[in-house]
């Protein structure tokens, strides 16, 4: 059963604690993304990584933390920094557009709620 | 700045009309476009993907349309069904930018009975 999958689906987090976003896929996709998502907004990019051991930071990156050590997974770490962190965190996977006939497909995972207490 | 806009920004139809969602885009040089829809509390699931040789592609009741000298598309939705109700994202990606998604804000779909 091929896909992207993130867990837990929902997360509490203490205020001064560092949380970990888990984002798993076997579709052999080279890329991951991940993405905040705040009601009536469209979404954010965090963090996002073409290959493995290599991430780039996307528009929001502060207070976050990611690192791909496998192909597979992609996890975020929120940690104390973020000012607010409560939101719906989406990860998505992607194999690499490959020129201008590029027609790549990207899938995204159900989302972590992550509401800080 | 790659930029995707989105219109409107929420639309209410009555249950077996039709409708259709804009996406305007400023994003240089092109690759592909997605619409998306999500359903509240869900990840986004992917309705169709164009690249700039394409201006139509449908999947069901969805027909989506890209303009890539105009850099518009349209996201047309035939008979309406109560469970078209999410939110419909409009993402365009850029070659050289190793698949990096830009997303539009999305356009809040409410189908009533």
């Known amino acids: 059963d091929g896909g992207i999958t993130q867990s837990p689906k929902y997360l509490f987090r203490k205020e001064g604690q560092n949380v970990t976003l888990s984002c798993e896929q076997n579709?052999?996709?080279?890329?991951m993304y991940w993405y905040r998502q705040d009601p009536g907004q469209g979404l954010r990019l965090i963090y996002y990584?073409?290959?493995?051991?290599?991430?780039q930071k996307g528009d929001i990156a502060e207070g976050y933390s990611v690192s791909r050590e496998k192909k597979e997974s992609f996890p975020l770490t929120v940690t104390s920094a973020q000012k607010n962190p409560t939101a719906f965190y989406l990860c998505?996977?992607?194999?690499?557009?490959?020129?201008?006939?590029?027609?790549?497909?990207?899938?995204f995972g159900q989302g972590t709620r992550l509401t800080v207490v | 700045k790659n930029q995707v806009e989105q219109s409107p920004q929420s639309l209410i139809i009555l249950e077996g009309k039709n409708c259709t969602l804009q996406?305007?885009?400023?994003?240089?040089?092109?690759?592909?476009l997605r619409w998306y829809k999500q359903d509240t509390g869900r990840g986004p699931v992917s309705l169709t993907i164009?690249?700039?040789?394409?201006n139509t592609k449908s999947n069901g009741r969805y027909t989506a349309t890209l303009d890539a000298d105009t850099k518009q598309s349209s996201l047309h939705i035939t008979a309406s069904q109560l469970s078209d109700s999410a939110s419909y994202i409009c993402v365009v990606s850029s070659y050289n930018q190793g698949g990096k998604l830009i997303f539009g804000q999305g356009t809040e779909l409410s189908v009533k009975p």
């Open positions: 579709l052999n996709h080279d890329a």
């Open positions: 998505a996977s992607s194999s690499r557009d490959r020129g201008l006939d590029g027609n790549t497909e990207a899938f």
């Open positions: 990584s073409q290959i493995v051991n290599d991430f």
């Open positions: 164009m690249t700039f040789s394409e």
């Open positions: 996406c305007n885009y400023t994003v240089s040089p092109f690759s592909n």
